[in-house]
């Protein structure tokens, strides 16, 4: 990448380290094709686990925060690795194998995390909000497609430290997402189910057919769909294929200021109906595997806040059968701990907490354990068995 912005950059003198984060960034950007810089707003960092094992990604972060580097703009990270709530053995492994998680966060916080509980894959739901139309280095892929989708911000699914380089200069190359161009839909998937999809088993099909595509969702404003569902159904979407961006008729911004002039001319067309929707649930349901679950897990991604009183209003009638963790960004679930609600889901044998499950299902003692999800990502990801939210509570509550 040349050009007037990049040649100033090296010939100013600036100190070596933060030259060095330009050159990768630059080198990083020439693999994609990207011509020049553009502003970054925001950065979102993905590797939020302190593993044992893991040398490299230290001494880069070590190195910008010996030179006092700090991100440009507002900066937080996905979430932690479990450390409370589950079972004495994973606690114990986890402690272990996560043991450079102390120093991860203390380095994550001079680098300019923007509170030391910035842990969580919806950092739109704790401060890092970006408006429609801002450039971001974001990498986590369900929070990727949130951005670009539901808010209308730009940004790739950037590698790791790729994001953090991008915030500590304030800058980050100029390609793929970022671009108009590569913003168009390429699928139009024409949604006509009797009731309301499933956002994870809708996610997941989409996903599965469109690979690494935009699609045009249309048929979803039939009914009401939440942000947080399109949330639900981003994560599924992003790991089933690869999708960063999808626009919803009527629902996402550019697809309400575009209307159908946002899909190519030669789009191909995917149509989904109850039975396509009931094929997609039933390879989910796949994994099930017989006996008694140890551990339901409600909350990957992270849940909203409404999310949080939905679920916990639904499991604290009635004893659960099994214990259920309601995972939300400390913050949320800080506040929702102060409340009744709060006590009632405890006593019925639930919980909430703020870590990453895929961390817990990462854990090689844990594949001792039967873990039931209603997550199209988590259970993609690991061996946690998929069941859909309504048959999911409804076990859970012992109807
Ligand atoms: Fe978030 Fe971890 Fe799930 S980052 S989307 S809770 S796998």
Redesign the pocket.
Known sequence: MTGPVDERRLVEGREETLRKCYRVLEAYGKVYGAERFAECKSCHWVTSCGLRFVKSMFMVLEELASKDLKSRVPLTA??RPPQTSIPLVEKLVGRYLYSKQGRLESLLLRLGLIDPDAFT?TPYYIGNKPSYGDILAWA?S?AVIYANSVLGARTNRNSSIVELLSGVTGETPLFGLLLDENRKADWLVEVKTSSKPSPFILGSLIGKSVLDGVPYIAGLDRWEFEEYELKDMG?AMAVWGAVGLFHAEDLTPEAVENGRKILRSDHKVLRVGDEELSKMKREMEAKAAPGKPDLAIIG???LSREQLDFFARELSEAELKTRTLL?AAPKIAREFKSTKLYSKLRDAGGDVDSF???MLTNIPTSKRLKILTNSG??SYYSHAAFMDTPQLLSYLRGE
Do not use: D, Q, W, Y
């Open positions: 996905n979430p894959c986590e369900s994560a990957c991604p992270h995972l990453c499950p895929l990502k988590l």
